[in-house]
């Protein structure tokens, strides 16, 4: 069965530094999207990104934070200097036209020093 | 109360036993999905059930949805020690399938005592 992958599987910073996180989504999947669960809270939306373009962001996603799909595959959530607060598990999802359910990928673990 | 939010918090039983974990929001919602998350792993789908459905079936789970009270309810049936994990709700409020944002609950952590 498809799954979407992500990598790295861990990553360590330094406050200030820039990270990318990547995901590969499930391959006929259209819509693409980053959640996020800082440890022990809930899984909090960040973006949904459709047709190359942002199609809807939370609050939480301001300008130290972009996406991308640089090429057929992968799909990016780089954030440019990081913050304390930005540790948590980054999920990436996908889904394809016509369902609602989502593929998870199994996270990004960010510990920013 | 926030959108989505799950009781009891934490929930232990036996082995064989039947696990009911509750989910209530607060606004109208298109449809409501359950997820399991094993410690420190990626979501799970586990079932869908739409706005105009009362109640669903997958296996072992059954899923009931009441839009009057905006509450839903996970029901796992002879439950085993592999069934341990949290368990969240997860609403949309859109139509648009494949295209809208998820908003999750606070969860149920699960534990299944062998």
């Known amino acids: 069965e498809p799954e979407v992958t992500q990598t790295p599987s861990h990553q360590v910073t330094q406050m200030g530094q820039e990270v990318i996180l990547r995901c590969v989504p499930i391959s006929n999947h259209l819509y693409f999207y980053w959640y996020r669960q800082i440890l022990g809270q809930k899984v909090e939306f960040l973006v949904s990104f459709y047709n190359n373009e942002i199609s809807e962001k939370s609050e939480i996603f301001d300008d130290q934070f972009s996406v991308e799909r640089p090429d057929g595959s992968n799909f990016t959530l780089k954030i440019r200097s990081t913050k304390l607060e930005d540790s948590a598990m980054y999920f990436c999802?996908?889904?394809?036209?016509?369902?609602?359910?989502?593929?998870f990928g199994p996270g990004t673990r960010l510990t920013v020093t | 109360s926030q959108q989505g939010e799950e009781d009891p918090q934490a929930l232990s039983i036996q082995e064989g036993e039947n696990a009911t974990m509750n989910c209530s929001y607060k606004t109208s919602i298109n449809n409501l999905q359950w997820y399991r998350q094993n410690s420190g792993r990626g979501l799970v789908h586990l079932i869908l059930i739409r706005s105009n459905e009362r109640e669903k079936h997958s296996g072992r789970l059954r899923v009931t949805l009441d839009t009057s009270k905006k509450s839903s309810s996970l029901l796992i049936t002879a439950s085993r020690a592999a069934d341990t994990a949290s368990y969240f709700c997860a609403t949309s409020d859109s139509s648009n399938f494949g295209n809208e944002k998820l908003t999750f609950g606070t969860g149920t952590r699960l534990t299944i005592i062998p």
């Open positions: 999802a996908s889904s394809g036209p016509g369902t609602a359910t989502r593929g």
